[in-house]
Protein backbone atom coordinates (compact mmCIF):
# COMPACT_ATOMS: atom_id res chain seq x y z
CA UNK A 1 0.00 0.00 0.00
CA UNK A 2 1.32 3.47 -1.02
CA UNK A 3 0.09 6.31 1.62
CA UNK A 4 0.56 9.77 -0.01
CA UNK A 5 0.43 12.81 2.70
CA UNK A 6 -0.65 16.23 2.24
CA UNK A 7 1.61 18.70 1.99
CA UNK A 8 3.38 20.47 5.33
CA UNK A 9 1.82 17.35 7.61
CA UNK A 10 3.02 18.16 11.01
CA UNK A 11 5.20 15.33 12.50
CA UNK A 12 2.91 14.61 15.67
CA UNK A 13 0.38 13.51 12.58
CA UNK A 14 2.97 11.25 10.68
CA UNK A 15 3.93 9.93 14.19
CA UNK A 16 0.15 8.73 14.90
CA UNK A 17 -0.29 7.84 11.41
CA UNK A 18 2.95 5.51 11.54
CA UNK A 19 2.40 3.95 15.03
CA UNK A 20 -1.22 2.77 13.84
CA UNK A 21 0.21 1.14 10.74
CA UNK A 22 2.61 -0.62 13.33
CA UNK A 23 -0.03 -1.35 15.85
CA UNK A 24 -1.18 -3.60 12.98
CA UNK A 25 2.14 -5.61 12.20
CA UNK A 26 2.96 -4.09 9.44
CA UNK A 27 6.58 -2.08 8.39
CA UNK A 28 6.00 1.87 7.08
CA UNK A 29 8.80 2.85 4.76
CA UNK A 30 8.85 6.75 4.69
CA UNK A 31 10.16 8.63 1.90
CA UNK A 32 10.52 12.20 2.30
CA UNK A 33 9.95 14.38 -1.27
CA UNK A 34 10.82 18.44 -1.68
CA UNK A 35 6.86 18.34 -1.65
CA UNK A 36 5.29 15.47 -0.03
CA UNK A 37 5.92 12.83 2.04
CA UNK A 38 4.93 8.89 0.71
CA UNK A 39 4.67 6.26 3.20
CA UNK A 40 5.45 2.33 1.98
CA UNK A 41 3.84 -0.22 3.79
CA UNK A 42 5.17 -3.15 3.74
CA UNK A 43 3.56 -6.32 4.55
CA UNK A 44 -0.44 -7.87 4.05
CA UNK A 45 -2.04 -4.44 3.84
CA UNK A 46 -5.67 -6.10 3.90
CA UNK A 47 -5.23 -6.07 7.56
CA UNK A 48 -6.06 -2.61 7.47
CA UNK A 49 -9.21 -3.07 5.59
CA UNK A 50 -11.14 -1.95 8.48
CA UNK A 51 -8.72 1.17 8.78
CA UNK A 52 -10.18 4.41 7.23
CA UNK A 53 -6.99 5.78 6.96
CA UNK A 54 -8.21 8.61 4.43
CA UNK A 55 -10.22 9.89 7.74
CA UNK A 56 -6.59 10.69 8.90
CA UNK A 57 -6.33 14.32 8.37
CA UNK A 58 -2.43 13.85 7.35
CA UNK A 59 -3.20 11.49 4.67
CA UNK A 60 -4.26 12.85 0.72
CA UNK A 61 -4.63 9.76 -0.57
CA UNK A 62 -4.36 5.96 -0.14
CA UNK A 63 -3.38 3.22 -3.39
CA UNK A 64 -4.20 -0.66 -2.86
CA UNK A 65 -1.07 -2.68 -4.01
CA UNK A 66 -2.69 -6.19 -2.89
CA UNK A 67 -5.93 -7.00 -4.37
CA UNK A 68 -8.97 -7.25 -1.63
CA UNK A 69 -9.76 -10.65 -2.10
CA UNK A 70 -6.86 -13.50 -1.06
CA UNK A 71 -8.42 -17.03 -1.15
CA UNK A 72 -10.30 -16.25 -4.34
CA UNK A 73 -6.99 -14.46 -6.37
CA UNK A 74 -3.91 -16.53 -8.20
CA UNK A 75 -1.36 -15.49 -5.59
CA UNK A 76 -3.02 -17.49 -3.27
CA UNK A 77 -2.72 -20.57 -5.62
CA UNK A 78 -1.90 -20.58 -9.11
CA UNK A 79 -3.34 -23.50 -10.58
CA UNK A 80 -6.76 -24.64 -11.93
CA UNK A 81 -8.90 -25.22 -9.20
CA UNK A 82 -11.53 -28.32 -10.49
CA UNK A 83 -14.55 -28.10 -8.91
CA UNK A 84 -16.34 -31.76 -8.80
CA UNK A 85 -20.29 -32.09 -9.72
CA UNK A 86 -21.46 -35.80 -9.62
CA UNK A 87 -18.98 -37.45 -11.77
CA UNK A 88 -17.89 -34.07 -13.93
CA UNK A 89 -14.73 -31.51 -13.03
CA UNK A 90 -15.65 -27.69 -13.82
CA UNK A 91 -12.15 -26.30 -14.59
CA UNK A 92 -10.40 -28.90 -16.67
CA UNK A 93 -10.00 -30.10 -19.73
CA UNK A 94 -13.61 -30.93 -20.63
CA UNK A 95 -15.75 -28.63 -20.87
CA UNK A 96 -19.06 -28.86 -18.88
CA UNK A 97 -22.53 -28.33 -20.31
CA UNK A 98 -25.44 -27.54 -17.96
CA UNK A 99 -28.69 -27.69 -19.26
CA UNK A 100 -32.64 -27.47 -18.75
CA UNK A 101 -35.58 -25.41 -18.38
CA UNK A 102 -35.51 -21.91 -16.40
CA UNK A 103 -38.66 -23.08 -13.84
CA UNK A 104 -39.17 -26.51 -12.83
CA UNK A 105 -42.79 -25.84 -13.99
CA UNK A 106 -44.10 -29.89 -13.39
CA UNK A 107 -42.79 -33.62 -13.07
CA UNK A 108 -43.56 -34.82 -16.65
CA UNK A 109 -42.71 -31.59 -18.34
CA UNK A 110 -39.47 -31.43 -16.40
CA UNK A 111 -38.77 -35.23 -17.04
CA UNK A 112 -39.05 -34.68 -21.09
CA UNK A 113 -37.52 -31.53 -20.70
CA UNK A 114 -34.30 -33.73 -19.09
CA UNK A 115 -34.48 -37.00 -21.23
CA UNK A 116 -33.51 -34.30 -24.14
CA UNK A 117 -31.13 -32.32 -23.03
CA UNK A 118 -28.98 -35.25 -21.67
CA UNK A 119 -29.68 -37.23 -25.30
CA UNK A 120 -28.45 -33.76 -27.04
CA UNK A 121 -24.52 -34.21 -24.72
CA UNK A 122 -25.94 -31.88 -21.68
CA UNK A 123 -23.73 -33.37 -18.40
CA UNK A 124 -25.32 -31.37 -15.63
CA UNK A 125 -29.43 -30.44 -15.02
CA UNK A 126 -30.75 -27.21 -14.22
CA UNK A 127 -34.28 -25.78 -13.02
CA UNK A 128 -35.21 -23.61 -10.56
CA UNK A 129 -37.31 -24.34 -7.92
CA UNK A 130 -37.24 -20.88 -5.97
CA UNK A 131 -37.24 -18.44 -8.74
CA UNK A 132 -36.42 -14.65 -8.00
CA UNK A 133 -39.24 -12.69 -10.38
CA UNK A 134 -39.46 -8.95 -10.84
CA UNK A 135 -43.00 -9.04 -10.55
CA UNK A 136 -44.98 -10.76 -6.96
CA UNK A 137 -47.77 -12.17 -9.50
CA UNK A 138 -45.20 -14.29 -11.68
CA UNK A 139 -44.85 -17.94 -11.13
CA UNK A 140 -42.45 -18.15 -8.37
CA UNK A 141 -41.39 -21.66 -8.63
CA UNK A 142 -42.73 -25.58 -7.29
CA UNK A 143 -40.49 -24.77 -4.11
CA UNK A 144 -39.86 -27.88 -2.36
CA UNK A 145 -41.78 -29.83 -5.12
CA UNK A 146 -39.84 -28.83 -7.56
CA UNK A 147 -36.70 -29.88 -5.61
CA UNK A 148 -38.13 -33.39 -5.32
CA UNK A 149 -38.42 -33.75 -9.45
CA UNK A 150 -34.99 -32.26 -9.47
CA UNK A 151 -33.63 -35.18 -7.79
CA UNK A 152 -35.87 -37.76 -9.43
CA UNK A 153 -34.59 -36.26 -12.99
CA UNK A 154 -30.95 -36.62 -11.29
CA UNK A 155 -31.68 -40.86 -10.29
CA UNK A 156 -33.66 -41.37 -13.54
CA UNK A 157 -31.09 -39.70 -15.47
CA UNK A 158 -28.05 -39.71 -14.14
CA UNK A 159 -26.60 -36.45 -14.22
CA UNK A 160 -26.26 -34.30 -11.09
CA UNK A 161 -28.84 -31.09 -10.74
CA UNK A 162 -28.16 -27.40 -9.96
CA UNK A 163 -30.71 -24.89 -8.73
CA UNK A 164 -30.98 -21.66 -7.26
CA UNK A 165 -31.11 -21.27 -3.27
CA UNK A 166 -32.72 -17.54 -2.55
CA UNK A 167 -32.67 -17.75 1.10
CA UNK A 168 -30.39 -18.21 4.11
CA UNK A 169 -33.70 -20.42 4.84
CA UNK A 170 -33.58 -22.62 2.05
CA UNK A 171 -30.13 -23.69 2.37
CA UNK A 172 -30.67 -26.74 4.24
CA UNK A 173 -33.34 -27.81 2.31
CA UNK A 174 -31.72 -27.59 -0.86
CA UNK A 175 -28.45 -28.98 0.19
CA UNK A 176 -30.56 -32.11 0.78
CA UNK A 177 -31.89 -32.26 -3.06
CA UNK A 178 -29.24 -30.77 -5.34
CA UNK A 179 -25.54 -30.98 -5.86
CA UNK A 180 -25.01 -27.68 -7.10
CA UNK A 181 -26.03 -24.17 -4.82
CA UNK A 182 -26.55 -21.84 -7.78
CA UNK A 183 -26.63 -18.20 -6.27
CA UNK A 184 -28.19 -16.13 -8.78
CA UNK A 185 -27.53 -12.63 -9.57
CA UNK A 186 -29.80 -10.31 -7.55
CA UNK A 187 -28.31 -12.59 -4.57
CA UNK A 188 -24.74 -12.16 -5.56
CA UNK A 189 -24.45 -9.57 -2.69
CA UNK A 190 -26.40 -11.59 -0.36
CA UNK A 191 -24.01 -11.92 2.28
CA UNK A 192 -25.60 -14.13 4.33
CA UNK A 193 -26.87 -16.14 1.82
CA UNK A 194 -23.07 -16.63 0.50
CA UNK A 195 -21.65 -17.35 4.47
CA UNK A 196 -24.67 -19.99 4.72
CA UNK A 197 -23.51 -21.82 1.47
CA UNK A 198 -19.88 -21.15 2.60
CA UNK A 199 -20.28 -23.65 5.78
CA UNK A 200 -21.40 -26.49 3.15
CA UNK A 201 -19.15 -28.01 1.26
CA UNK A 202 -21.34 -28.53 -1.81
CA UNK A 203 -20.58 -26.69 -5.28
CA UNK A 204 -22.00 -22.75 -5.65
CA UNK A 205 -22.32 -21.49 -9.14
CA UNK A 206 -22.26 -18.19 -8.72
CA UNK A 207 -23.35 -15.81 -10.92
CA UNK A 208 -22.40 -12.19 -11.80
CA UNK A 209 -25.05 -9.56 -10.14
CA UNK A 210 -26.46 -7.43 -12.70
CA UNK A 211 -24.07 -4.49 -11.79
CA UNK A 212 -21.34 -6.08 -10.05
CA UNK A 213 -17.55 -5.33 -11.09
CA UNK A 214 -15.55 -8.35 -11.35
CA UNK A 215 -13.75 -7.42 -8.11
CA UNK A 216 -17.17 -7.48 -6.38
CA UNK A 217 -18.00 -10.26 -7.80
CA UNK A 218 -14.51 -12.20 -6.46
CA UNK A 219 -15.17 -10.49 -3.25
CA UNK A 220 -18.32 -12.22 -2.97
CA UNK A 221 -16.93 -15.32 -3.85
CA UNK A 222 -14.69 -14.92 -1.04
CA UNK A 223 -17.32 -15.23 1.54
CA UNK A 224 -18.00 -18.61 0.09
CA UNK A 225 -14.04 -19.20 0.29
CA UNK A 226 -13.04 -17.68 3.73
CA UNK A 227 -16.14 -19.60 5.39
CA UNK A 228 -14.63 -22.89 4.15
CA UNK A 229 -15.91 -23.72 1.08
CA UNK A 230 -13.63 -23.73 -1.67
CA UNK A 231 -16.10 -24.60 -4.74
CA UNK A 232 -16.78 -21.84 -6.55
CA UNK A 233 -17.53 -21.42 -9.93
CA UNK A 234 -18.53 -17.81 -10.93
CA UNK A 235 -20.92 -17.50 -13.61
CA UNK A 236 -21.18 -14.60 -16.10
CA UNK A 237 -24.44 -13.77 -16.88
CA UNK A 238 -24.78 -10.62 -18.54
CA UNK A 239 -24.98 -7.01 -16.68
CA UNK A 240 -26.62 -4.06 -16.72
CA UNK A 241 -25.85 -1.49 -19.50
CA UNK A 242 -27.23 1.22 -21.56
CA UNK A 243 -28.14 -0.68 -24.30
CA UNK A 244 -31.59 -2.15 -24.63
CA UNK A 245 -31.49 -4.45 -27.45
CA UNK A 246 -30.35 -7.22 -25.62
CA UNK A 247 -31.58 -8.01 -22.02
CA UNK A 248 -28.11 -7.77 -20.43
CA UNK A 249 -24.66 -7.14 -22.20
CA UNK A 250 -22.64 -10.46 -22.10
CA UNK A 251 -19.53 -9.51 -20.77
CA UNK A 252 -17.06 -12.11 -22.24
CA UNK A 253 -13.95 -10.50 -21.60
CA UNK A 254 -14.49 -12.15 -18.25
CA UNK A 255 -13.48 -15.14 -19.17
CA UNK A 256 -9.76 -14.63 -19.99
CA UNK A 257 -9.90 -11.62 -17.13
CA UNK A 258 -11.02 -14.61 -14.74
CA UNK A 259 -8.17 -17.00 -15.78
CA UNK A 260 -5.88 -13.99 -15.00
CA UNK A 261 -7.18 -12.92 -11.39
CA UNK A 262 -8.13 -16.24 -10.33
CA UNK A 263 -7.94 -19.78 -10.12
CA UNK A 264 -11.48 -20.58 -10.04
CA UNK A 265 -13.46 -21.88 -13.03
CA UNK A 266 -15.44 -19.75 -14.64
CA UNK A 267 -18.62 -20.64 -17.58
CA UNK A 268 -20.69 -18.44 -19.27
CA UNK A 269 -24.83 -18.18 -19.15
CA UNK A 270 -25.55 -16.67 -23.34
CA UNK A 271 -29.26 -17.53 -21.88
CA UNK A 272 -29.45 -14.55 -19.74
CA UNK A 273 -26.50 -12.80 -21.08
CA UNK A 274 -28.30 -11.93 -24.36
CA UNK A 275 -32.21 -12.84 -23.42
CA UNK A 276 -32.23 -13.92 -27.01
CA UNK A 277 -32.69 -17.11 -28.66
CA UNK A 278 -31.25 -16.33 -31.80
CA UNK A 279 -27.76 -14.70 -30.82
CA UNK A 280 -26.74 -18.04 -27.86
CA UNK A 281 -25.39 -19.96 -30.05
CA UNK A 282 -22.64 -17.88 -31.59
CA UNK A 283 -22.14 -16.59 -28.02
CA UNK A 284 -21.74 -20.22 -26.79
CA UNK A 285 -19.38 -20.62 -29.19
CA UNK A 286 -17.39 -17.59 -28.65
CA UNK A 287 -17.49 -17.89 -24.89
CA UNK A 288 -15.88 -21.68 -25.28
CA UNK A 289 -13.45 -20.19 -27.81
CA UNK A 290 -12.57 -17.72 -25.23
CA UNK A 291 -11.63 -20.69 -22.77
CA UNK A 292 -15.12 -20.86 -21.05
CA UNK A 293 -14.98 -23.90 -18.65
CA UNK A 294 -18.50 -24.67 -19.27
CA UNK A 295 -21.87 -23.00 -20.60
CA UNK A 296 -25.42 -22.63 -19.13
CA UNK A 297 -28.06 -22.37 -21.63
CA UNK A 298 -31.94 -22.53 -20.85
CA UNK A 299 -33.86 -25.41 -22.96
CA UNK A 300 -37.55 -26.11 -23.15
CA UNK A 301 -39.53 -28.66 -24.82
CA UNK A 302 -41.84 -25.59 -25.52
CA UNK A 303 -40.74 -22.29 -24.87
CA UNK A 304 -43.79 -20.44 -25.90
CA UNK A 305 -45.52 -21.75 -23.17
CA UNK A 306 -42.89 -21.89 -20.54
CA UNK A 307 -43.79 -20.08 -17.77
CA UNK A 308 -40.30 -18.15 -17.09
CA UNK A 309 -37.76 -17.17 -19.77
CA UNK A 310 -39.31 -18.02 -23.01
CA UNK A 311 -37.77 -16.09 -25.38
CA UNK A 312 -34.75 -17.13 -24.22
CA UNK A 313 -35.05 -20.91 -23.97
CA UNK A 314 -34.12 -22.52 -27.12
CA UNK A 315 -35.99 -26.11 -28.32
CA UNK A 316 -33.98 -29.34 -27.52
CA UNK A 317 -33.22 -29.59 -30.99
CA UNK A 318 -31.64 -26.23 -31.42
CA UNK A 319 -29.72 -26.92 -28.52
CA UNK A 320 -28.42 -30.06 -29.78
CA UNK A 321 -27.47 -28.90 -33.14
CA UNK A 322 -25.29 -25.84 -30.63
CA UNK A 323 -24.02 -28.91 -28.34
CA UNK A 324 -22.00 -29.96 -31.70
CA UNK A 325 -20.83 -26.61 -33.02
CA UNK A 326 -18.83 -26.46 -29.59
CA UNK A 327 -17.27 -29.36 -29.82
CA UNK A 328 -16.26 -28.37 -32.62
CA UNK A 329 -14.83 -25.77 -31.01
CA UNK A 330 -13.80 -27.52 -27.74
CA UNK A 331 -12.11 -29.73 -30.22
CA UNK A 332 -9.80 -26.55 -31.83
CA UNK A 333 -8.54 -25.27 -28.50
CA UNK A 334 -7.55 -29.01 -27.00
CA UNK A 335 -10.25 -29.63 -24.99
CA UNK A 336 -13.76 -31.70 -25.18
CA UNK A 337 -17.34 -31.74 -23.88
C1 LIG B 1 -31.68 -18.36 -13.82
O1 LIG B 1 -30.62 -18.99 -13.97
O2 LIG B 1 -32.78 -18.76 -14.19
C2 LIG B 1 -31.59 -16.99 -13.25
C3 LIG B 1 -32.63 -16.43 -12.64
O3 LIG B 1 -30.41 -16.42 -13.46
P1 LIG B 1 -29.84 -14.96 -13.06
O4 LIG B 1 -29.71 -15.00 -11.58
O5 LIG B 1 -28.52 -14.92 -13.77
O6 LIG B 1 -30.81 -13.94 -13.55
MN1 LIG C 1 -34.02 -18.00 -16.27
Same mark, same amino acid.
Given at each position: MIIVLKPKTKSKDLKHLISKIKEYKLI %??? @????? &?????????? &????TVSLES? @??????????? %?????SKDFKSTPTLVKVGDYFIGGKQVILIAGPCSVEGREKFLKAAKMVKEAGAHILRGGAFKPRTSPYSFQGLGEEGLK????? &??????PVVTEVLDTRHVELVNRYADMFQIGARNMQNFELLKEVGKTNKPVLLKRGLMATVEEWLMSAEYILSNGNMNVVLCERGIRTFEKATRNTLDLSTVPLIKELSHLPIIIDPSHGTGKKKLIPAMARAAVAAGADGLTIEVHPNPAEALSDGDQSLLPSEYSKLVKEVEKI????? &???
Open positions: %PHI @SKGKE &RTIIGVIGDE &RVLQF @SCVEKVMQILK %PYKLAILAEA &RDIFNMAKAID &RKI
